[in-house]
């Protein structure tokens, strides 16, 4: 089968909206600010491979929406790139495409268009781009103010684990959860979209670059600096056993990245606002410090004592 | 210099209106219609190796912006999405970035984010995501009628000559002339625009796969058949030269694509507008044909006979 019978066997059935099938796709809106962002998953770089074709569908779709999510709105669709080598099977056009499937059904989103096209080597690549519409402003890095409070959503960590599990690097009962959170991230759009509408955020991002490097981003864009607690950072369980018995993971927790969990910051005086909205839709939201006048992110132990990081990237903490 | 440097040193000077710098971008717009459209450009699949920096820049842009073009909507802006080797130098960023810099201004569109990683091989991918706002209709390949007239923008046949230049299958003084088509493709968004806001097309479509090819995804989204004329289809006078020395090139001609050019229909009642437009703003369009009830493409000769082509892809010439 080429690709043309592929596409139309396997992506039309998506595309319930017949917004495919021309050069471009025409979608109406009545709002007034398109919000948009592309994302490129390559395997080897960034998914491993060999990969389930359903979960990578997932993933790669899921990182888009998860940026969506971090401007406070919520994404209408999404166009398709994919770069494919030559031996692609029905199989695993059949699996990708179930995992996009569900996960339209799941966020309610609409595959619009894209392009299919050959890789020239053994790599697959998926290149998406997510939009969506809003007539309210968007959330961003740069509004962060002194003062304000840093919260996370959900649990930081359990994907970077994942990796080290794929890896081999850890080894234990708990690694299957891991890769689960690995392969599976859930973009947090209910609730990007609420503490937007709710005027709760100064800024907003979501960590894929991981925790301490993503806080940075807000930093450098809001010209704030950054005090975290180690104690105050959400763990799994799972998280929580391994970290015991190997302290020297605190590191690829804290700098691992693929949460794709909601880093915001917000006005001391939302607190309990932020807590009411975190029980009714049922995401963890946790407090995990604070912002002073400054350009840095210090990390504090439960001794109040500043860690220094030696990763790459972090090279400031050493000065 | 790292990727974050060269997105600093020469993305970020391209994003005049500061929409680059957060997850995802936002765009105010006071139409209710988005147009969007994404190509991707591989490296040794749609490109040569070693592709001249900044021409690369600017085709894979104008493929999107003919896109956009082919619907009648002015591009508004892009998402970049690039996929590199390790071996790229400061002098292709260099280059790259000052091809898409010269093409933002000569077509007023904006570069509004995009996504930039590392291939784990050597080939340059392009993943480009354009876009446009209307309160208009757009153009679209379903509604061709029977009884229309088939119009063609520029010359035909160049772009694909072009190609076989760069591979010395072809190799005579003609060649830089082609292959400078085949780099550099101008997409007509001005006459895209005209004949969707005059209500002159019924359909309409841009040759990127071929001009055969291209007409047939038209007959097939109309439910209509198209009659060709050989002699009606504009060539340059470099085409007509070597088609004259060797008449087997007509197949190259027809099918080879890279046109970039639009194919419309429209109503015979327009015709006389249809020149108009065509002097006032200095786009050759000629009439090729028309479309009559069926589902097939007919190629006449200048003897009203109907020609077959070979070429894999329109086996059913040869019913």
């Known amino acids: 089968m080429n690709e043309f019978s592929y596409i139309k066997k396997y992506i039309h059935p998506l595309d319930h909206n017949s917004l495919i099938g021309n050069d471009a796709a025409q979608i109406a809106n009545l709002q007034d600010k398109l919000i948009i962002t ?21 993933k790669s779709l899921r990182v888009n929406l998860s940026d969506i999510a971090s401007m406070g709105i919520k ?30 059904d799941q966020f309610n989103i609409k595959l619009i268009g894209g392009d299919t096209t050959q890789n020239n080597n053994n790599s697959i690549i998926i290149s998406i781009t997510a939009f969506g519409f ?3 402003t968007s959330l961003t890095r740069s509004k962060a103010n002194v003062g304000d409070y840093i919260y996370v959503s959900g649990n930081i960590g359990d994907a970077a684990l994942g990796l080290l ?16 959170k690995f392969d599976l991230p859930n973009p947090r759009i209910n609730l990007g979209l609420l503490i937007n509408d709710y005027n709760i955020a100064s800024s907003c991002i979501d960590i894929s670059d991981g925790l301490i490097q993503d806080i940075e981003h ?17 763990l799994s369980k799972e998280a929580k056993i391994i970290l015991n018995n190997n302290p020297q993971l ?70």
Do not use: M
Not at 165 to 180: E, L, Q, T
């Open 38 to 58: 592309k994302d490129i998953l390559v395997e080897g770089v960034h998914f491993l491979d060999n990969n389930d074709p359903k979960l990578l569908a997932k």
């Open 75 to 104: 994404p209408y669709g999404y166009l398709l790139g994919l770069i494919l080598p030559n031996n692609i099977t029905n199989k695993w056009w059949k699996e990708f495409t179930s995992g996009l499937k569900e996960d339209n």
């Open 134 to 136: 809003t007539n309210n």
């Open 165 to 180: 599990a794929y890896r081999n690097i850890i080894n234990n009962k708990h690694c299957s959860y891991f890769k689960n």
């Open 218 to 234: 807000i930093c450098q864009s809001s010209y704030v600096e950054a005090n975290i607690y180690i104690d105050k950072i959400p």
């Open 250 to 319: 605190l590191e690829t927790i804290l700098t691992g990245g693929d949460d794709y969990e909601l880093v915001f910051t917000s006005h001391p005086k939302n607190h309990i606002k932020i807590k009411d909205l975190s029980s009714k839709i049922g995401v963890k939201v946790t407090q995990v410090g604070y912002l002073s006048i400054g350009n840095n992110v210090n990390i504090y132990n439960h001794n109040n004592q500043k860690i220094l990081f030696t990763k790459k990237g972090f090279q400031h903490f050493s000065n």
